[in-house]
């Protein structure tokens, strides 16, 4: 009778893709593909919506043109901040939250001063 020794987990190889890289990988950089496009279908509308609304012939128009601008910044910081979580970069996560976090005060008081006159 052969005396089979169990491979313990931790030496076996882990699974490699064709590119040399383990699954893990693979799959961090699969949700990075899906925030990168999710980022681009909000960005690209907003970037737009602020260019036609400061360029238009109505000046009260340019109010409304910040405030995407101060959207688009905060939701930018929020996803910077995403992706530095990811990266293990906790002081770049704590600076754009609290950045993001002044620039949404900040687009509350504005919206409250352009919506109520």
């Known amino acids: ?6 491979i313990p987990i931790l030496l076996t190889k882990p699974e490699i893709k064709g590119d040399g890289r383990r699954m893990e990988d ?3 950089d699969s949700k990075k593909k899906r ?8 960005y690209i509308p907003m970037f737009l919506g602020m260019i036609q609304f400061f360029f238009d012939e109505n000046y009260r128009n340019d109010g409304l043109g910040w ?13 910077q901040a995403i992706r530095d979580w990811w ?16 620039v949404l005060v900040f687009l509350i008081i504005r919206g409250m001063e352009y919506f109520s006159s």
């Open 87 to 102: 990266d293990k970069k906790q002081k770049s996560v704590l600076f754009d939250l609290l950045l993001a976090a002044v």
């Open 26 to 28: 693979n799959k961090v």
């Open 35 to 42: 925030l990168n496009i999710v980022s681009a279908i909000i």
């Open 67 to 79: 405030l995407l601008l101060l959207t688009f910044w905060v939701i930018r910081n929020i996803d």
């Open 1 to 6: 009778m052969e005396n089979k020794v169990a």
